[in-house]
């Protein structure tokens, strides 16, 4: 009986063998297999340290903190897990991770700069001296008043126009002997400001005037009244200035880095503090050569309508540059993830399981990233918590790297000569 008994036993235990690898035989095939972790103590400064109760990590002395074990799926044998984390449902609501689904979106790109009006360059004029004389009467004498070409602008009294009406009429006098003298002497009146009517008078009357109204060759609104009757004036001195206010520029400065969605002809919006909740609209009309080295900006210049009077010369607002280029794939720019020149967003693969897929991102479209590559339509990302989502990983991936516990940490002589920190 007792040699029956003992060739009895091992069989036994075969067939235990057996059943046991029949049984992990079928995990293996079934793919994933759901693991429950121990709960472990560990430091939040030093994360390779593993505990069975409370204490203080041995590396810092620090409380240790209760790390609260999750069921996880493990994928079958032979998957590369190297960039791919697992959340159970109680770590993503902590970490506050969201996904969505990649679409195509129109890209509408808008940049928004501060800006302020100006004059045109080529509507503003000076209205300068001809010759030196004194001013005997304005007819414009108010800044803001409004020139219409043909306008008298003064009167004006000098000896070198009393000289030339003079030479004229000589010349006039004499013209079958020298025409060429009457022509220069005519020319010489059309300098000094003539009219053709002022000039015919001259010949029919054969008088020559004292004082000559001065009559205005622009149109415009005078921005700065120089002078005041009865001041002597010089050739060349500025009179009036003045600026045709009907059209007028709106000078904006953009980043270098925007520059790629604005063309000139490109449609613009400008907003004005002193008009909250309008919208002017105009058109680009010169990116100007040169980018500031400091601010590292580009004026852009546009062209607008003065409304009526609205629009005014150095006013402030904000210009809103749009630029419609087509459709592409648009993610959360809180999706994205980036580490120097890699990019990363963070895609569901199954439950509760994340990706990293090193992706290449174009254009900044509001708050979003274009995605040229690593990425396809249809598939879901983390739109929020990928910051989080990462941070695991790193963890994951530096304890993987350094698989250290408390058995390996050099033990810490304690005050009464013993040794703490060991496991036996």
Known sequence: MKIVSLLFIPMIVVALAISGCSKTDESSKQGNTVVKEKDYWTCSMHPQVHKDGPGVCPICGMDLIKKVADEKEEPASGKDMTDMITLSGKKQILANVSTI??????????????????????NRKTISAKFNGRIEKLFVDKTGDYIKKGQPLFEIYSPDLVQAQNEYLIALNNSSNSPSLLNASKKKLEIFGLTSEQIQSLEKTREINLTLTYFSQVSGTVIEKRVQEGVYVNEGMAIYDVAELSTLWNIAEVYENNLSGIKV????????????????????TFIYPVINSQTRTVKIRSEFSSYGGKLKPQMYGETVFSNSG???????????IIAGKRAVV?????????????????????????????????????ATGGFLIDSESQLKTGMSANPQNESSIPAKKSSSGGMEGMKM
């Open 101 to 122: 689904v990649v679409m195509k979106e129109n890209l509408q790109d808008q940049v928004t700069a501060y800006s302020y009006m100006d004059f045109v360059e080529n």
């Open 346 to 382: 963070w895609t569901k693969t199954g439950d509760g399981m994340f990706e990293a897929r090193s992706v290449q991102i174009g254009n900044r479209f509001g708050d979003k990233y274009q995605i040229l590559s690593g990425i396809k339509e249809g598939d879901v990302i983390a």
């Open 265 to 284: 002809g490109s449609p613009v919006k400008l907003h004005l503090r002193a008009y909250p909740g309008e919208e002017f609209n105009g058109r680009v």
């Open 326 to 336: 087509g459709q592409g794939l648009l993610v959360p720019s809180d999706a994205v």
